[in-house]
C-alpha cells in the first residue's frame, strides 16, 4: 500500500451511501477494516484505528451513539458527543472514511429484528443491563452490513461484548475478521473510556479501586492462589473500601466462553463492573496476562 493510493478522507452519513462506497471499495480490490465506536474519541479508541490501518487498505471509523443498547434510566442523552474533534483525532491515525449515520437513518420507523447471542449475552453486564447485548450484536451486524470490512477492530476494555461479537460473526457466517486490541489505560492505571468525563475529582481518584481491584487479584493468583471465591475476595477489596464505589459485579469466568467457575485451571477472566457515584465503568483482566 502507498501513500499515493490512499483514498482522500471523506464523511458520509447516509446508509445507503455508506454500503454502496463499500461495494465500490470491494470491487477496487480494497481491504476494508472498521472500528464502531460511541464517539467521544480517546487514545483506546485511537489504538484501534492504528492497528486497522497497519492491516487495511482503508479504514473505515463509524461513530454512532446507538440508542438500542441503552436501557431506559441509562445515560443515553447526556453521552459525551463532539463529532469535529473526533474527526480531528481520528484523521491523523489515518482513518480514511468516517461514517456517521443519525438514529433515523439507522432505525426505520417499525424496525424490531435483534440479534440475540444466547448465552454470552446473560451474565455480567448482561445481568445489570437487559437488552443491552442485543442492541449491541444488533447494531454492530448493520454496521457489518453497511461497511462491507474484511477486518474489524474491538477492544478488550468490552472484554464480554468483543466475546459475544466473535460469537455472532462465527454464527452467523459474516466472514468478518474479528481483532481484540489490549486495554489503554491512563498514566495512573485507570482503564480509558468516554464515561470517564463524567468523573468528579473525587471520583476520578476512587475510579482506581477498580485497576487496583485487578492488581490485587493478579498478584494473588500470582502466589498461587487458584480459589475463584478468594480471588475475587482480593479484588472486591479495594472497591469495597472506597465510599463513592458500588460494585455492580466482580466476576470470574473462563476467558473464551465466560462460562462459570470455581478454581482456575486454564485462562480465566476477571471482570469487573462498579458504579463510581453515578458513573458505571468497567475492566477487566486476563490473570497471569500481561496487564
Ligand atoms: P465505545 O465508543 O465505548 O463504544 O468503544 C468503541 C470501541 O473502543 C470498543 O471496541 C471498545 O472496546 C474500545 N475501547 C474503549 N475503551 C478502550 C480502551 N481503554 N482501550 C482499548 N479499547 C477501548
Redesign the pocket.
Known amino acids: 500500500m502507498t501513500i499515493a493510493s490512499r483514498l482522500p478522507f471523506e464523511i458520509i452519513r447516509d446508509p445507503a451511501a455508506m454500503r454502496a462506497r463499500a461495494e465500490d471499495l470491494r470491487r477496487d480490490g480494497r481491504r476494508i477494516a472498521v ?6 474519541l ?1 487514545d ?2 485511537l ?2 484505528l492504528r492497528a486497522a490501518r497497519a492491516a487495511a487498505d482503508v479504514v473505515i471509523l463509524t461513530i454512532f451513539v446507538n440508542p438500542t443498547q441503552f436501557g431506559p434510566s441509562e445515560d443515553l442523552a447526556r453521552y459525551p458527543r463532539d463529532e469535529a474533534g473526533d474527526l480531528a483525532k481520528a484523521r491523523p491515525c489515518g482513518v480514511d472514511l468516517a461514517f456517521c449515520p443519525d438514529v433515523a437513518g439507522m432505525y426505520a420507523p417499525g424496525a424490531q429484528t435483534f440479534i440475540e447471542v444466547r448465552e454470552l449475552q446473560r451474565p455480567m453486564c448482561g445481568e445489570t443491563r437487559p437488552g443491552h447485548f442485543a442492541g449491541v450484536a444488533t447494531i454492530v451486524a448493520k454496521l457489518f452490513h453497511l461497511t462491507q470490512p474484511h477486518v474489524a ?6 472484554y464480554q ?2 466475546a459475544l461479537i466473535r460469537r455472532m460473526v462465527r454464527d452467523l457466517d459474516f466472514g468478518v475478521e474479528i481483532v481484540a ?5 491512563e498514566a495512573d492505571g485507570l ?4 464515561r470517564n468525563a463524567y468523573l468528579a475529582a473525587d471520583e476520578r481518584a476512587q475510579a482506581l479501586a477498580l485497576s487496583h481491584g485487578l492488581a490485587a487479584a493478579d498478584a494473588a493468583f500470582a502466589a498461587g492462589e487458584r480459589d475463584v471465591a478468594a480471588l475475587i475476595a482480593a479484588a472486591r477489596a479495594p472497591l469495597d473500601a472506597a465510599p463513592a464505589v458500588r460494585v455492580d459485579y466482580v466476576e470470574l469466568r473462563d476467558a473464551d466462553d465466560l462460562t462459570a467457575i470455581t478454581t482456575v485451571t486454564g485462562r480465566a477472566v476477571l471482570a469487573i463492573a462498579a458504579f463510581v457515584g453515578k458513573t458505571r465503568l468497567i475492566d477487566n483482566r486476563v490473570l497471569g496476562a500481561k496487564a
Do not use: E, N, W
Not at 486490541?181 to 489505560?185: G, K, L, Q
Open positions: 472500528v464502531p465506536t460511541m464517539g467521544y480517546h483506546g479508541h489504538s484501534l477492530f474491538f477492544g478488550q476494555k468490552d461484548q468483543v486490541c489490549p486495554i489503554v489505560r482503564a480509558m473510556s468516554s
